[in-house]
């Protein structure tokens, strides 16, 4: 059983936590991350979900992304998932997200960091990632056009690209 921590729409924690799966009260909020790791080519690390994976089996999509579990801050997550999913060690402790998407039931904070990683090196998680590679901006529009990509909209995408040399975003050793 995984628990989450309840948020009120000013993202303040409250002393409740909430069961994954069950149905959030109204007015209750949760936190998501995303990690988008880009090398200095400018392309993006994305990863395809395993064809057993509830929700977008077989899809491709951004580097990693996960629910914060109870106890985890923004960054904790952030390090956790990226760890998890892909075998990446980096320290979030001092990086605050380049942004932050708000949706109907919570805070999806958006992580973007330069870094070359050598595929060879990352340990895929069995229960969510198959496969992961390198792609294009355009490459990943073209994926969400064939149905293959998870379809976030093309603007996010042009958004996440152009963002990640910006004010906000991180280089990695």
Known sequence: ?????????????TDRTWVR???L???DNHLVIHVCIFNSNGDMLIQQRQ??????????DLTVG????????????AQREL????????DFQQIRPHLTINFEKGFDDIYLI???????????????????????????LTMIKNGE????????IQLLFDGRKQRGSIQGQ
């Not at 059983?1 to 924690?13: P, T």
């Not at 996960?66 to 997550?77: H, L, M, R, V």
């Not at 760890?83 to 980096?90: M, P, Q």
């Open 1 to 13: 059983m995984e628990l989450w921590d309840v948020y009120d729409i000013n993202r303040n924690k």
């Open 21 to 23: 799966g069950e149905e």
């Open 25 to 27: 009260q109204p007015g």
């Open 51 to 60: 064809p057993f994976k509830e929700g977008w089996p077989n899809m491709w």
């Open 66 to 77: 996960g629910s914060a579990i109870a106890g985890d801050t923004s960054q904790t997550a």
């Open 83 to 90: 760890y998890e999913e892909i075998g990446l060690k980096l």
């Open 114 to 140: 330069e870094k070359n990683v050598q595929l060879h090196m990352l340990t895929l998680q069995y229960e969510e990632v198959q496969n992961v590679k390198w792609a294009s901006k355009g490459e990943i």
């Open 149 to 156: 990509f998870i379809p976030y909209y093309e603007s996010l």
